[in-house]
C-alpha cells in the first residue's frame, strides 16, 4: 500500500462507520462487509474481491489503533492537499512514509521519525525531523536587502528624478565563485544537511528553525576557506546603480525597490533595495499631502477693491486669480491641477494665502488718500462685535 493510498483512501466510509467508531462498531462491521463479499460466497465475481479487499485493507488498519491514530494524523495532515495539523497532534506520532508521496525516498531512510527524502525537506524544521537525506541539494537562497538614503531637491520629489547610489553589499566573492573553498569544492554541511537551518523546539509537538550555526545559513563549509572571504562565500563590494525615484516622494519617506540588493546565492533572487529620501525645502512652496502651497502679498487696495494677482508654479508658468473685493488676510484660494503628482499621474492643487502688505512709509499722495479714507470711515469700529461678545461671555 502506497502513501498516496495510505491518505487518501476513506476507510471508515469503506467500512460504513463514522470517525468516531468504537472498536467493537469497526469490528463488528468488517464481519458483516467480510461474509457479504467473501470470494467464497461469489465465485466468479471480481467486483466482490476487489470489495472484499478493500474491506479486509480497511479493517488492517483502522483494527489496529496504533495504525488508525496515524492514519486519522495523516488525513488531518494532507488528506485535502492543504497542510492543516490535527489538534493535540504531536511531531512524534508519524512513522509512516510519505517519501512516494513528496520525493520518492525509502521508507524510513535516514531520516528521523521514519519521514522520507522528499517530506523531510519540506516539513523537516516544523516537524523537528532533522534534515534532508545524505543527497539532498543546497537550496537556492535570496540576496540580503540593502539600505540607502537619498537628498532631492523639492522640485525633484515633485517630479520624479533618476539619481546615481553608491551602495555596498554583500556580493558572491570573485576569488571563490561564491563557493567559500579556496579550490571551489565546498561540501554539505552535515549539522544541517544542506538546508541552512536547524530546528528549535518550541513545545506541543512543534519547532522553529534557525540559521544554522555552523555554516551561517549557507548549507556549504569549505573545506579549504577562501583566503578572501573566509569561507563566507561573499565579500563586501561597492557598486553605483541608477535608481528612479518617483515623482510626488515625500521628506522621509521609504522606498522598496524589488530585486536592486544583494544578488542571491545558488539561483536564488536577489534582495531588495530600500531608500529613504530626504527633500530640501524650497524657498517659495510648500508642500501639504498632494497639494503644494504658496503665500502671495496682496496690497490693501486689492483686498479692498478685488482684482487679479500673478500667482508663481512650481515649474510652470505663472496662473492668474481673481481676487474678490473685501478679501480678508490669511484668506487661501485654489489653483487646480497645479499641484504635486499623484500615484495616478494627476496632481494636486496650489493652494494660494493671501497676505495684505501693510506699507511700512506712507508719504505724500499716498499718505494724503489713506487721511482721507480714514475720515471717511470714522464711525465705523471693526472691534465692536469683539467687546460686544466679550461682554456677553
Do not use: W
Amino acid at each position: 500500500m502506497s502513501t498516496k493510498d495510505f491518505i487518501e483512501k476513506d476507510y471508515y466510509k469503506v467500512l460504513g462507520v463514522p470517525k468516531d467508531a468504537t472498536e467493537a462498531e469497526i469490528k463488528k462491521s468488517y464481519r458483516k462487509l467480510a461474509r457479504e463479499f467473501h470470494p467464497d460466497a461469489n465465485k466468479g465475481n471480481p467486483k466482490a474481491e476487489e470489495r472484499f479487499k478493500e474491506v479486509s485493507e480497511a479493517n488492517d488498519i483502522l483494527g489496529d489503533p496504533k495504525k488508525r491514530k496515524e492514519y486519522d494524523e495523516a488525513r488531518a495532515l494532507f488528506g485535502s492537499g492543504g497542510f492543516r495539523p490535527a489538534p493535540g497532534a504531536g511531531a512524534g506520532s508519524f512513522n509512516f512514509d510519505l517519501g512516494d508521496l513528496f520525493g520518492g525516498g525509502p521508507q524510513g531512510g535516514g531520516n528521523a521519525g521514519g519521514f522520507g527524502g522528499g517530506i523531510g525537506d519540506v516539513f523537516g524544521g516544523l516537524f523537528n525531523r532533522g534534515g534532508a537525506g545524505p543527497g539532498t541539494r543546497t537550496q537556492p537562497r535570496r540576496g540580503q536587502d540593502v539600505e540607502s538614503e537619498v537628498t532631492l531637491s523639492f522640485t525633484e520629489a515633485i517630479e520624479g528624478a533618476t539619481v546615481p547610489l553608491r551602495m555596498s553589499s554583500q556580493q558572491p566573492c570573485k576569488a571563490c565563485s561564491g563557493t567559500g573553498d579556496k579550490n571551489g569544492n565546498p561540501r554539505v554541511c552535515p549539522t544541517c544537511v544542506g538546508t541552512g537551518q536547524v530546528a528549535r523546539g518550541s513545545g506541543g509537538g512543534f519547532s522553529l528553525t534557525d540559521p544554522c550555526p555552523d555554516c551561517k545559513g549557507r548549507g556549504l563549509l569549505a573545506e579549504e576557506p577562501c583566503e578572501v572571504c573566509h569561507g563566507s562565500g561573499r565579500a563586501k563590494s561597492s557598486r553605483t546603480m541608477q535608481v528612479r525615484i518617483p515623482a510626488g516622494v515625500l521628506n522621509s519617506q521609504r522606498i522598496r525597490l524589488r530585486g536592486k540588493g544583494a544578488p542571491g546565492e545558488r539561483g536564488g533572487p536577489a534582495g531588495d533595495l530600500y531608500v529613504t529620501v530626504h527633500v530640501d525645502a524650497h524657498p517659495v512652496f510648500g508642500r501639504k499631502g498632494d497639494n503644494l502651497t504658496v503665500t502671495v502679498p496682496v496690497t490693501f487696495a486689492e483686498a479692498a477693491l478685488g482684482g487679479e494677482v500673478r500667482v508663481p508654479t512650481l515649474g510652470g508658468p505663472p496662473v492668474t486669480l481673481k481676487l474678490p473685493p473685501g478679501t480678508p488676510n490669511a484668506r487661501t484660494m485654489r489653483a487646480r491641477g497645479k499641484g504635486a503628482v499623484r500615484k495616478d499621474g494627476t496632481r494636486g492643487d496650489l493652494l494660494v494665502t493671501v497676505e495684505v502688505s501693510v506699507p511700512t512709509d506712507v508719504t505724500g499722495n499716498a499718505r494724503e488718500a489713506l487721511e482721507a479714507y480714514r475720515e471717511a470711515t470714522a464711525g465705523e469700529d471693526p472691534r465692536a462685535e469683539l467687546f460686544q461678545a466679550a461682554k456677553g461671555a
